[in-house]
């Protein structure tokens, strides 16, 4: 992989490891997810170790070192979310993308994950698409959402 994309990201921050967390979360919009080859060349190009790169990227659960599709889906299972069954909201958005909990569909547009908490309960059930989210969820509009996406 050619670095080129992952200079500038870094050159966007003067090369300056405190921005460490910004810098792979531009790296992760750019690529969809964060490649060996560019924490390698960031670890390089900061001046630390790959460790404690990876650490960085492993301790954050919005960092993902595997492919994902392009539009993330993540359902939340807390405990507001769970009571407002959102146990039918994740069984229609497998049942609409062909996917489980997890795994990312063919095309690699849409990658499905759960999650602890969305921090949003007043809304329950809550599911986000990328950085959107959305609230008060029934199959139905699990459905109608989804197709804006495709």
């Known amino acids: 992989m050619k670095h080129k994309k992952v200079d500038e990201i870094i050159d966007k921050y003067d090369g300056e490891k405190s921005w460490l967390v910004m810098i792979l979360q531009d790296v992760q919009q750019e690529y969809h997810y964060l490649p060996a080859s560019a924490l390698e060349r960031t670890a390089s190009r900061l001046g630390i170790s790959l460790s404690q790169v990876y650490n960085v990227a492993t301790f954050y659960s919005s960092f993902s070192l595997t492919k994902r599709g392009k539009h993330l889906i993540r359902i939340c299972d807390g405990t507001a979310c769970h009571l407002r069954r959102s146990s039918n909201i994740r069984d229609e958005i497998k049942r609409h993308l062909g996917i489980e909990v997890g795994q990312t569909t063919a095309d690699k547009k849409f990658t499905f994950e759960a999650v602890a908490c969305l921090g949003t309960c007043a809304l329950a059930p809550v599911m986000?698409?990328?950085?959107?989210?959305?609230?008060?969820?029934?199959?139905?509009?699990?459905?109608?959402?989804?197709?804006?996406?495709?």
Do not use: A
Not at 130 to 137: A, C, L, N
Not at 143 to 150: C, H
């Open 128 to 150: 986000t698409v990328d950085h959107e989210y959305h609230g008060s969820m029934t199959p139905d509009k699990v459905r109608r959402t989804l197709e804006q996406y495709k």
